[in-house]
């Protein structure tokens, strides 16, 4: 769909229109796509075969939990509620949800266990013999089929389509060899781009072995926790059996080759940010937030502002090098920090914690890597508690997480390294986001007949 499309008419044969309504064949009708179209009546058949209650607590059937917009895949197996009928999806049925296909929750089932499905979802199983079922799927969620989803369940998030008329969504059909052909460029393109987001997470362990090393230490074999164990009085830091039980396995940073201090030893402010409620329309100052901070680095690519007084912009503003923490997240996220080095102005928000270090004791990027390394991360999941889904961690845990402290020149020759690693692994993730949104584009342009496929 050509987003900045201006024509104020067009012309549709009587035939061809999908309801009585301009917007709707409007939106159709600047969807161009040079394959011949099918009804998903003529490829594909209904399922509705209901899961009995024993298969569902036995788990020979795994309810669905959701299918993701992005990538249309199918999540199941962690919910348990039974209480509305689930309709069985088998490995190679499409499901699709009856309100948000038009955002792209289209998926197909990967799984040797059958998938249940509540009335808000309907199950299609292809005809293998006339349709390729990847295929189908990446047509469904291209833009020619999603707009057709968009007008005949209301638009405007209306609604749910009905069978009637999600059996009469027309989809791209060239010929099968075509069909897999263009699956297995997308396939290809998805293999490449994992590949390299896999060399940029290597390259970022690799960089975190090697910092640990140096400071000489080694990190632990990851064990499961026991459900018993011991521990002695004169060794509890902590009133919590799941701290206590975490610290069994942490790194001994006493066996390393530098003095350990306690993080607070070498901070000159710790402050927590604003809870004031941000704006998108750009009044005010830029507020960063806790998805800001994106492995280690700010991404300052998606943010909000914030009206506020001049006393409480100074007392907020971000100096270059501060350390900026997130106190309250998921459990893998909370903890994670990043050094903020930017002369503009930026405040930050109440989910983050501002950490100034001493400039004669510390880098802050040596500090921020220690942290973001297995060093930072035992202490942390250690610390942090669950609350409402959420993990958390306050000033007072922070200030107490412990790290070895060479020298200033020491610390300094070790980040650079660091620094050096992390900006790779960058470029690597660069290179796989532009690759997919390439990929992408192509892929839509061979769907819709608007791009050859013989140089596949």
């Known amino acids: 769909m050509e987003a900045k499309d201006s024509r ?96 792209g929750a289209i998926g197909v089932v990967e799984t040797d266990i059958p998938v249940g499905t509540t009335i808000h979802f309907r199950v299609l199983t292809p005809d293998n013999s006339r349709i390729d079922t990847k295929f189908l799927q990446q047509a469904l969620r291209s833009s020619f089929c999603r707009n057709q989803f968009e007008i005949l369940t209301g638009g405007q998030g209306k609604g749910e389509i009905s069978e009637k008329r999600l059996t009469s969504i027309e989809a791209p059909f060239p010929p099968l060899p075509v069909q897999q052909k263009i699956v297995a460029y997308w396939e290809a393109a998805i293999t490449k781009a994992r590949l390299l987001e896999d060399q940029a997470r290597a390259t970022i362990e690799e960089s975190s072995h090697t910092f640990i090393h140096e400071l000489g230490l080694s990190i632990p074999k990851k064990q499961e926790s026991e459900k018993v164990f011991s521990a002695q009085w004169k060794d509890f830091d902590r009133w919590s059996v799941s701290y206590n039980q975490a610290a069994i396995t942490m790194l001994d940073l006493s066996k390393g080759k530098y003095p350990v201090v306690e993080l607070g030893a070498i901070l000159d402010l710790v402050q927590y940010g604003t809870s004031e409620k941000t704006n998108s329309s750009g009044e005010g100052v830029c507020v960063i937030r806790m998805n800001n901070i994106v492995d280690g680095d700010l991404d300052l690519s998606n943010l909000k502002h914030l009206k506020v007084s001049k006393d409480i912009e100074e007392s907020l503003k971000l100096l270059n090098r501060d350390i900026l923490i997130n106190r309250t997240n998921s459990k893998e996220l909370v903890g994670k920090c990043a050094v903020f080095n930017k002369n503009e102005t930026y405040i930050f928000a109440s989910y983050l914690i501002r950490l100034r270090v001493d400039a004669e004791k510390a880098d802050p990027h040596f500090v921020a890597f220690t942290i973001n390394s297995p060093i930072g991360r035992q202490q942390i999941n250690a610390l942090s508690r669950q609350i409402i889904g959420q993990a958390n961690i306050n000033s007072q845990e922070i200030r107490s997480l412990k790290l070895p402290l060479p020298d200033l020149k020491v610390q300094q020759k070790l980040i650079q390294n660091a620094i050096q690693a992390r900006q790779k692994a960058a470029t690597l993730r660069i290179e796989a986001k532009e690759h997919m949104e390439k990929a992408s584009t192509e892929l839509e342009q061979r769907i819709l007949g608007t791009r050859s496929v013989e140089n596949i």
């Open 8 to 103: 104020r008419f067009f012309s549709c044969s009587f035939s061809q229109l999908l309801s009585w309504d301009f917007s709707s064949n409007y939106l159709y009708a600047i969807n161009y796509c040079s394959w011949p179209v099918i009804p998903l009546s003529e490829i594909t058949t209904l399922r509705f075969e209901v899961s009995k209650k024993s298969e569902i607590e036995n788990q020979q059937v795994l309810l669905l939990d959701r299918i993701s917009f992005d990538e249309g895949k199918v999540f199941a197996g962690n919910r348990v509620e039974t209480k509305m009928s689930q309709y069985k999806a088998y490995k190679g049925d499409i499901i699709v949800s009856k309100i948000n296909a038009r955002k």
